[in-house]
């Protein structure tokens, strides 16, 4: 017995002490190496960030060079000819920022968040008002919102021709195979509900009646403005650094209305540069959101919204001309 309690004490000696062991088993973290792969972190998404900013300026100047090509001095013709048609389209393009702004008072995906998205800004003021106004007040058909055969061919071989480039950029910076295919068409079926919006309201709409009141420059910058910022409660909250975002928006409007100032058809724009491009932004720079594209009720009354609403108006305006007038 005495053999063994002093072979047990012997033993215990020996044995190092308990936070001896626990040291011994974590291993020991570089701080220095920590903090030099944040850096390098940090450093590559700086450079990513560079290299986006540099190659969408680079493609916004291509679309202004394309523009004055076609049109030569008269991209850049100013004037002074507003009518009550080029404040009705201002003040129409202006209420989605402010749809958008309550937006941020709501949480997303919310009924109020939802309602707002989907009824009050898209359907409302993307769907409702402008046709309305142009089929109804203007007298006018859907040519006056840039839907047209006028230049069709130019305008699709450009579309395809940018949507080229937008989705090479993303097939060389996102492994596209780790996202879901439902997902990814979910979103696409998501994102183009706005794409329409965005068409009828802020290039057929409010571009067209600037251009007719102070002239195409003029034109692509107010409606790229007014495009930037009625994404304040909708995207920017999804953004890291939302001023820079809203910065980058802005350039966007400009790419856009200057690429769609080549021909004044919605063609030039959707559906393959508009998809090309918003899927390279929600992929590359947010990740595509699960709550873009993965529930697809609200977008599926979108869609009901963006067709239902132009052709019930449509037809309405039809059946009122041919209506014989009341003796």
């Avoid at 480039?165 to 998501?190: E, F, M, P």
Wanted: hydrophobic content about 50%.
């Amino acid at each position: 017995m005495q053999k063994r309690l002093a072979s047990s004490l012997a033993w215990r000696a020996r044995r190092p002490p308990a936070h001896s062991r626990l040291t011994r088993r974590r291993p020991a973290v570089d701080t220095q190496e920590v903090r030099g792969g944040r850096s390098r972190a940090t450093r590559r998404t700086c450079l990513r960030a560079l290299l986006l900013v540099q190659s969408l300026l680079a493609t916004t100047l291509i679309a202004f060079a394309l523009a004055a090509v076609i049109h030569g001095k008269g991209l850049f013709k100013l004037q002074w000819a507003p009518t009550r048609h080029t404040w009705a389209a201002v003040s129409a393009a202006s209420l989605p920022p402010v749809f958008s702004s309550l937006a941020l008072l709501t949480p997303r995906g919310s009924l109020g968040f939802n309602l707002l998205l989907w009824v009050l800004i898209f359907g409302v003021c993307g769907f409702a008002i402008p046709w309305a106004y142009v089929l109804l007040i203007e007298h006018r058909g859907a040519s006056a919102l840039g839907a047209t055969s006028h230049r069709w061919a130019l305008s699709l071989f450009l579309s395809l021709l940018f949507a080229a480039g937008s989705t090479y950029s993303l097939l060389r910076q996102v492994d596209i195979s780790r996202y879901d295919v439902r997902h990814i068409l979910g979103a696409a079926l998501h994102l183009n509900v706005g794409g329409l919006f965005e068409l009828f309201l802020y290039c057929g709409f409010l571009h067209l009646r600037l251009r007719d009141a102070f002239g195409p420059f003029p034109a692509i910058a107010g409606s790229a403005a007014l495009y930037s910022l009625w994404h304040i409660g909708t995207e920017l909250p999804l953004h890291p650094n939302p001023a820079h975002a809203l910065l980058m928006l802005f350039v966007v409007g400009l790419l856009c209305h200057a690429l769609f100032a080549t021909t004044y058809n919605l063609l030039v724009i959707w559906p393959f540069f508009f998809t090309a491009g918003v899927m390279h932004d929600f992929i590359v720079n947010l990740g595509l959101p699960d709550s873009i594209g993965v529930s697809l009720g609200w977008p599926l009354l979108g869609w009901i919204l963006a067709i239902g609403v132009p052709a019930s108006l449509w037809s309405y305006s039809r059946s009122a001309r041919l209506r014989p007038e009341d003796v």
